[in-house]
């Protein structure tokens, strides 16, 4: 009988050389950490390989390529295109002033992103000679002493365009500046736009010799270009004062808010918002047309016809484009250097939460028909240039009283049409002396006037429907 020593396998013992001795050894060490050959696992060094390699966009896939980096920040906005155009414009030169140097720009052909191509730009059209570039697939690809940064514009539609920053780290940061850059150099300084970008055009420079109001309203009114757009942000902040404020203009249709808004438009030393209920006709909207406003800031932004807008919320066709407004005057970001005017017809059917709350709309300003004074100057100026007596003026302006400047517009309208059709039956030529007007065409044209009043025809109806 054999004896074999305790742990035996019974088994002849192995040359110390040999392969199955080495293969014995190698088994009897244990790791201490062995990753499983089945699932996945992936080390610290080997996940930002599978993370690049995973990204499906091309413009990441370079991005991470560029940035030596698959972790890398992204901060990921949407402007409308009017925002997207001013920070395309300035971004040159801001990158050239944070000391980056661009090292590529490219566009893809979205939205598939297989294939490198040129940039895609649209032109959006300011006026007859004034365009601005809107990016729709451009992606710069920039480096400096911070590091390298990756930031990238696409637009799939005319809603909006996204805008990416993307870097290793501090991209919050650039983006602040950036913003800040563009605020203080942006391009629109001084114009009188619409959110849409495209420029409000008048027929001539209006200035306040072409409103006839009465004298206080007037001087309320002119108060309003002294007013603290430009003043000093410290001063005030240590005074309680924002700077951020708003005035409603109101009464009835043809008395001349518009044309104060084309008055202020000329004479504020600021950028000039010109909207409309179209572009105020979602919450989104809204959102975009005050953060223009921050952006061109020192700025008016002039809200023509609230009421359609801002209905009182009891009766609101518009209760979450309404919510928003008030938000966006009330609690905007920061304190802007934004004068806010807005305009109605039917001061009655506005939102009492907006019309009567400090920080909204801080002064409401009635804007009446012309007083007499104001009404005899208007005629006067209308007629200038025509054989008229001021006792003939004088009286038609009486009889005039209780119109808008619109209807006396129309009523003096209707007296030279009649002295021009008078004067083609007879044969005569139009001097440089005018018109004789006497008093029975003034008559003649203020009982048609009347008359279609009472009909419904004209603007004067007009007026009279819409008054509660």
């Given at each position: 009988?054999?004896?074999?020593?305790?742990?035996?396998?019974?088994?002849?013992?192995?040359?110390?050389?040999?392969?199955?001795?080495?293969?014995?050894?190698?088994?009897?060490?244990?790791?201490?950490?062995?990753?499983?050959?089945?699932?996945?696992?992936?080390?610290?060094?080997?996940?930002?390989?599978?993370?690049?390699?995973?990204?499906?966009?091309?413009?990441?896939?370079?991005?991470?390529?560029?940035?030596?980096?698959?972790?890398?920040?992204?901060?990921?906005?949407?402007?409308?295109?009017?925002?997207?155009?001013?920070?395309?414009?300035?971004?040159?030169?801001?990158?050239?002033?944070?000391?980056?140097?661009?090292?590529?720009?490219?566009?893809?052909?979205?939205?598939?992103?297989?294939?490198?191509?040129?940039?895609?730009?649209?032109?959006?059209?300011?006026?007859?000679?004034?365009?601005?570039?809107?990016?729709?697939?451009?992606?710069?690809?920039?480096?400096?002493?911070?590091?390298?940064?990756?930031?990238?514009?696409?637009?799939?539609?005319?809603?909006?365009?996204?805008?990416?920053?993307?870097?290793?780290?501090?991209?919050?940061?650039?983006?602040?500046?950036?913003?800040?850059?563009?605020?203080?150099?942006?391009?629109?300084?001084?114009?009188?736009?619409?959110?849409?970008g495209e420029t409000v055009e008048t027929e001539r420079a209006y200035g306040w010799d072409d409103l006839f109001l009465p004298a206080a309203v007037k001087a309320a009114l002119r108060r309003l270009t002294d007013g603290r757009l430009h003043s000093d942000p410290t001063a005030l902040a240590e005074l309680g004062i924002r700077r951020r404020r708003g005035v409603l203009l109101y009464g009835p249709p043809g008395t001349g808010k518009t044309l104060i808004g084309k008055i202020l438009a000329r004479h504020l030393a600021a950028t000039f918002l010109w909207t409309t209920?179209?572009?105020?006709?979602?919450?989104?909207?809204?959102?975009?047309?005050?953060?223009?406003?921050?952006?061109?800031?020192?700025?008016?932004?002039?809200?023509?016809?609230?009421?359609?807008?801002?209905?009182?919320?009891?009766?609101?066709?518009?209760?979450?484009?309404?919510?928003?407004?008030?938000?966006?005057?009330?609690?905007?970001?920061?304190?802007?250097?934004?004068?806010?005017?807005?305009?109605?017809?039917?001061?009655?059917?506005?939102?009492?939460?907006?019309?009567?709350?400090?920080?909204?709309?801080?002064?409401?300003?009635?804007?009446?028909?012309?007083?007499?004074?104001?009404?005899?100057?208007?005629?006067?100026?209308?007629?200038?240039?025509?054989?008229?007596?001021?006792?003939?003026?004088?009286?038609?302006?009486?009889?005039?009283?209780?119109?808008?400047?619109?209807?006396?517009?129309?009523?003096?309208?209707?007296?030279?049409?009649?002295?021009?059709?008078?004067?083609?039956?007879?044969?005569?030529?139009?001097?440089?002396?005018?018109?004789?007007?006497?008093?029975?065409?003034?008559?003649?044209?203020?009982?048609?006037?009347?008359?279609?009043?009472?009909?419904?025809?004209?603007?004067?109806?007009?007026?009279?429907?819409?008054?509660?």
């Amino acid at each position: 009988m054999s004896i074999h020593a305790e742990g035996s396998t019974g088994m002849a013992p192995r040359p110390a050389g040999s392969p199955a001795a080495r293969a014995g050894a190698h088994a009897a060490r244990k790791p201490r950490h062995l990753p499983p050959l089945k699932g996945m696992w992936l080390s610290s060094e080997f996940q930002p390989c599978v993370h690049a390699a995973a990204i499906d966009k091309l413009h990441l896939r370079i991005a991470c390529a560029f940035l030596g980096d698959a972790n890398f920040e992204r901060r990921e906005l949407t402007f409308g295109r009017l925002r997207a155009a001013v920070y395309w414009t300035c971004l040159p030169a801001f990158l050239a002033a944070e000391g980056y140097r661009m090292l590529g720009c490219i566009g893809f052909d979205t939205p598939f992103q297989k294939e490198v191509v040129p940039i895609r730009v649209s032109n959006l059209r300011l006026g007859p000679d004034s365009w601005l570039e809107v990016p729709c697939s451009a992606h710069v690809f920039a480096a400096g002493a911070r590091g390298r940064v990756a930031i990238a514009f696409s637009s799939e539609n005319d809603s909006g365009v996204s805008v990416e920053v993307l870097g290793r780290d501090g991209t919050q940061e650039l983006l602040d500046r950036w913003k800040e850059y563009a605020r203080r150099h942006h391009p629109l300084r001084g114009k009188v736009i619409q959110p849409s970008g495209e420029t409000v055009e008048t027929e001539r420079a209006y200035g306040w010799d072409d409103l006839f109001l009465p004298a206080a309203v007037k001087a309320a009114l002119r108060r309003l270009t002294d007013g603290r757009l430009h003043s000093d942000p410290t001063a005030l902040a240590e005074l309680g004062i924002r700077r951020r404020r708003g005035v409603l203009l109101y009464g009835p249709p043809g008395t001349g808010k518009t044309l104060i808004g084309k008055i202020l438009a000329r004479h504020l030393a600021a950028t000039f918002l010109w909207t409309t209920p179209r572009h105020l006709a979602t919450a989104a909207q809204i959102c975009e047309v005050l953060e223009l406003a921050r952006l061109l800031a020192p700025a008016v932004l002039f809200l023509e016809d609230l009421d359609v807008l801002a209905e009182d919320r009891a009766t609101c066709r518009h209760a979450v484009a309404l919510g928003e407004l008030m938000n966006q005057l009330d609690g905007g970001r920061g304190d802007h250097d934004i004068l806010t005017i807005g305009t109605t017809n039917r001061l009655d059917v506005v939102e009492t939460a907006l019309r009567n709350r400090p920080g909204r709309f801080d002064r409401l300003i009635e804007i009446p028909p012309p007083d007499d004074a104001s009404r005899l100057a208007f005629l006067a100026r209308r007629f200038a240039g025509h054989d008229v007596r001021s006792e003939d003026l004088a009286w038609l302006s009486v009889r005039a009283r209780g119109r808008t400047g619109a209807e006396i517009e129309e009523l003096a309208n209707s007296v030279l049409l009649r002295a021009l059709e008078r004067a083609g039956a007879q044969g005569d030529a139009v001097d440089a002396g005018g018109f004789r007007i006497e008093r029975a065409l003034l008559a003649a044209a203020l009982g048609t006037a009347a008359s279609r009043r009472r009909t419904g025809l004209g603007f004067g109806a007009a007026r009279a429907a819409a008054a509660p």
